[in-house]
């Protein structure tokens, strides 16, 4: 098996992953946009090596591999974005939920009282 047979088969694996996670609801949608595209992205990139080298010339960038580093980099990075505004937006709706329940309380027990 060759290596470019191998990384589209691979890459062809990590598509059909990303769309059984996305079918049974474990991905959610907004995170699986970055997989779709990164999945596409390697089957593109392995299906045709020259297109790498290519866009690597075209940055100015000597190694082509290094571009797929930036690139993997990149995607990480949009990862971590996505999960860091999906962590604040949760931790605000659980302080309003916490604000709500404690002005509930504090009204019952001057009902009580």
Do not use: C, H
Request: charged share 15%; net charge neutral.
């Amino acid at each position: 098996m060759t290596p470019q047979i191998l990384a589209i088969a691979l890459a062809v694996v990590l598509l059909i992953v990303v769309i059984m996670l996305l079918r049974s609801y474990v991905l959610p949608e907004k995170y699986a946009v970055v997989w779709l595209v990164a999945a596409i992205a390697a089957i593109v990139l392995s299906a045709w090596p020259g297109l790498l080298d290519a866009v690597s010339r075209f940055f100015g960038i000597s190694q082509p591999i290094n571009l797929l580093f930036i690139g993997g980099f990149f995607v990480v990075l949009l990862l971590l974005m996505q999960v860091s505004l999906e962590l604040a937006r949760t931790r605000d709706e659980l302080r309003q939920v916490v604000q709500k329940l404690a002005l509930e309380i504090e009204r019952r027990s001057k009902d009580d009282g």
